[in-house]
């Protein structure tokens, strides 16, 4: 959020892993850069979490998740997609 305090700049999307450091998870920072925008940033989770959990919350926030390791052809389309 520090990097689009100071700019106009607005992000065409936004990938994140779930597991940051700190202990931060993806999902809820995809969730406040959408907030600090005022807009709903399509948004991209990639993760080795194999868990339903983090399935779960991806879909809850409408996020699209892809688990590593990705495929770059599938990387290339689903990016496509999202920013289509």
Do not use: C, F, N
């Not at 892993?17 to 709903?40: C, F, K, M, S």
Request: proline content about 6%; hydrophobic content about 50%; aromatic content about 2%.
């Amino acid at each position: 959020l520090d990097m689009l305090g100071d700019t106009d700049w607005v992000p065409d999307i936004v990938i994140a892993d779930q597991h940051l450091d700190g202990g931060d998870l993806g999902t809820a920072t995809i969730g406040e850069v959408r907030e600090y925008l005022g807009r709903p940033v399509p948004a991209l989770i990639v993760t080795a979490d194999g868990s339903d959990a983090v399935a779960k919350a991806a879909r809850a926030a409408g996020i699209e998740l892809m688990r590593k390791p990705l495929k770059p052809a599938q990387l290339r389309a689903l990016l496509a997609h999202l920013l289509a």
